[in-house]
C-alpha cells in the first residue's frame, strides 16, 4: 500500500513539474481558483484551435504544390512549404494536447491547476501564430474555406464518431470538478456547457450530407483522369517523359499549357518565365528573367527541361526514382505542341489545353498559329478539347471538329451549347454535379490529387479530374468509403446511445464516490472530537 502511494505521489510529482513547474505536491486538496479555471478554458479552446488548423492544413495538401509555384515566382527560391506548414502545426498541436492531459491528469489527482507563465505565454503565442495561418489563408487562398467544406462531407461521420468519443471520455474529469466544485453557479455553467457540447454533437449528423452515403449499386462510373502536365509527380511536368508516364497510368486527356516562341512555334510551358523549369540562367543569365515567348525555337530547344526536377524534388516521389529514370529526367527537353500531338495522336488520347498568356496583344495570332499547327498535325479533331475562350467563334468556324470546353458554369439551365465544362473542384457542389450529369454535360474538375477528394467527387458523379496524381488514383477501384445512408443512422444512434450511457454511468458513479468520502470525513471527524475530549478530561 505504501508502495501504491510512493507511485502516486511521484506521478503527482511529475505532472506539477511539466504543469506548473513546481516541485512539491500539496498535502492536501487545494483549491483552483478562477482565475486558474480561466486558463484552463483557455487551455482546452487553444487545443481545438490548433486541431482545427491542423485539419485545415491536411486539406490544403491537395493543392500545396501551387502555393509553391506561387511562392517560387514571389522569392525565386524552390522550397516545399507543406513540410514546414505540418511541422510547425504538428508541434503547436502536441504541444497543447499534452498540456490540456496533464490538466486533466492534475485534475484527478485532486492538485491544484497553476499554469506556469512561461506556458502561458506559449500558448498566447501559439493562438496568435495559428490566428495568422487562418488571416493569411483568408486573404491569399480563400478557395480553401470551399475545400474544406468539401473535405467535411468526406471525413464528417468520422469526426462525428471521434467527437462524441472524445467528449464521453471527458465525462469522468468533468464530473469530478463538477462534485468538487463548491459554487453553486459554478456547477451549473459546468454542467450546462458539457451538457450543451455533448447534445449538439449528438444531433450533428442531421447536418451532414455527404456523396457518399449511398448504396453500393447507386456508385457512378469512375471518373475519367486528365494527366496534369503529364504526371508531374513521376518526371519532369509538360517533358515527353511526363506524357508518357500519364499515358501508362491510363490516362484519357494529357491536359497542359502553350505559349508560342518568338518565331510561331507553339510550345507547351505553364511559366511565362523558364526559371523554374529550365536551366534558362545558366544558359542565357542576361534574359533568364524574360517572358518564355520572347526566345526563338532553336534557343527553347539548347535548354534542359528535366534536370531541375533531381535538383528541387517539387514532390517527394522524384526521389525515388531509378538511375536509369534519373539518366532520362537529366535528358529532357522544351515538347513543342506537335510533338505532343504526334504522341496523343498515336495512342489516340485527347489532349487539353491553356493557350497562354491570354493578355498578349496579339493573341488571336496565337490563336491562328495553334489552330492551324493542330490541324497540320494529322491528329483527329475530335481528340482535341478546346479551352481558350477568347475568339472561340472563329476556332468552330475554322474547326468544327474540335471539341469545346468551357471554363464557366452553365446559365439559366442551358444545355444545349455547354456539353463540356472545366473547373476547380471548389466550384461546384455536388448537388450542381448531379444536375450536370442528369443533363448529360461532361463535367471535369481540377485539380485532384487527394485520394480522399476524388472519392467524393466520384460518389457525387463527376465525369472526370484533371490530375498531378494519375499513379496513386489509378489504384483506386473503389472510394475510400461508401456506405448506406440507413446504416449510418443506426452508427450515429448506437454511438449516440452507448455515449449517453457512459455520460451518465461516470456522473452516478462519482457522486457515489464523493458521498462516501463526505460519509467518511464526517466520521473522521467524529472520531477526532471524541478522541480530543478524552485527552482533554
Request: aromatic share 10%; glycine share 4%.
Amino acid at each position: 500500500m505504501a508502495k501504491d502511494g510512493g507511485c502516486c505521489h511521484a506521478c503527482a510529482t511529475c505532472l506539477l513539474c511539466l504543469y506548473s513547474c513546481r516541485w512539491s505536491r500539496s498535502k492536501k486538496a487545494m483549491k483552483t481558483n478562477k482565475c486558474d479555471c480561466a486558463w484552463f478554458f483557455f487551455l482546452f479552446c487553444v487545443c481545438l484551435f490548433t486541431l482545427a488548423w491542423l485539419y485545415h492544413a491536411l486539406v490544403t495538401l491537395n493543392d500545396f504544390h501551387n502555393f509553391n509555384e506561387f511562392l517560387f515566382h514571389k522569392m525565386e527560391w524552390w522550397l516545399d512549404w507543406s513540410v514546414v506548414m505540418l511541422s510547425g502545426t504538428v508541434t503547436l498541436v502536441t504541444y497543447s494536447s499534452l498540456l490540456l492531459v496533464l490538466a486533466l491528469s492534475l485534475q484527478l489527482c485532486h492538485q491544484p491547476l497553476k499554469l506556469h507563465w512561461l506556458h502561458k505565454i506559449l500558448l498566447i503565442l501559439s493562438v496568435l501564430v495559428v490566428a495568422t495561418a487562418f488571416v493569411g489563408l483568408e486573404i491569399q487562398w480563400t478557395e480553401q474555406w470551399e475545400s474544406a467544406r468539401i473535405a467535411l462531407q468526406a471525413t464528417g461521420p468520422f469526426l462525428h464518431i471521434g467527437a462524441v468519443i472524445g467528449m464521453t471520455l471527458l465525462a469522468w474529469p468533468v464530473a469530478d470538478c463538477f462534485y468538487r466544485t463548491s459554487h453553486s453557479a459554478l456547477r451549473v455553467l459546468l454542467l450546462l456547457l458539457y451538457l450543451g457540447i455533448v447534445i449538439t454533437l449528438y444531433l450533428v449528423p442531421l447536418g451532414i450530407d455527404s456523396p457518399c452515403l449511398l448504396e453500393n449499386s447507386q456508385l457512378p462510373p469512375k471518373p475519367a483522369l486528365f494527366g496534369h502536365r503529364g504526371a508531374p509527380m513521376l518526371a519532369p511536368e509538360n517533358t515527353l517523359m511526363s506524357f508518357r508516364k500519364a499515358l501508362n497510368c491510363g490516362v484519357h486527356v494529357l491536359e497542359t499549357d502553350v505559349l508560342v516562341s518568338a518565331d510561331g512555334v507553339p510550345f507547351i510551358m505553364h511559366d511565362e518565365k523558364l526559371t523554374r523549369t529550365t536551366n534558362v540562367q545558366e544558359l542565357f543569365p542576361t534574359l533568364a528573367h524574360s517572358n518564355a515567348s520572347s526566345f526563338n525555337w532553336t534557343e527553347l530547344q539548347q535548354l534542359n527541361a528535366g534536370s531541375w526536377f533531381l535538383q528541387k524534388y517539387p514532390f517527394p516521389t522524384a526521389r525515388s526514382l531509378s538511375s536509369s529514370e534519373q539518366a532520362m529526367v537529366h535528358a529532357q527537353k522544351i515538347l513543342s505542341l506537335n510533338q505532343l500531338l504526334e504522341e496523343a495522336a498515336r495512342h489516340n488520347v485527347s489532349v487539353m489545353f491553356d493557350l497562354r498568356p491570354e493578355e498578349h496583344p496579339q493573341y488571336e495570332h496565337l490563336v491562328n498559329i495553334t489552330v492551324e499547327t493542330i490541324l497540320q498535325s494529322g491528329i483527329a479533331p475530335e481528340l482535341v478539347l478546346w479551352l481558350p475562350k477568347e475568339f472561340r467563334e472563329q476556332v468552330k468556324q475554322r474547326a468544327p471538329r474540335f471539341q469545346q470546353v468551357y471554363g464557366r458554369k452553365r446559365l439559366n439551365n442551358e444545355t444545349k451549347e455547354l456539353s463540356h465544362v472545366n473547373l476547380p473542384y471548389q466550384n461546384l457542389s455536388s448537388t450542381e454535379i448531379r444536375g450536370y450529369r442528369r443533363d448529360n454535360i461532361s463535367v471535369n474538375l481540377y485539380v485532384v490529387n487527394a485520394p480522399w477528394l476524388f472519392s467524393i467527387l466520384w460518389c457525387a458523379g463527376t465525369s472526370s479530374v484533371t490530375t498531378n496524381a494519375c499513379h496513386v488514383l489509378q489504384k483506386m477501384e473503389h472510394p475510400l468509403w461508401l456506405l448506406p445512408r440507413a446504416t449510418y443512422q443506426m452508427i450515429w444512434i448506437v454511438t449516440d446511445c452507448v455515449s449517453l450511457l457512459l455520460i451518465g454511468w461516470a456522473f452516478l458513479l462519482l457522486k457515489k464516490w464523493s458521498r462516501k468520502k463526505e460519509s467518511a470525513g464526517s466520521d473522521s471527524d467524529v472520531l477526532l472530537t471524541k478522541i480530543h475530549s478524552l485527552l482533554s478530561e
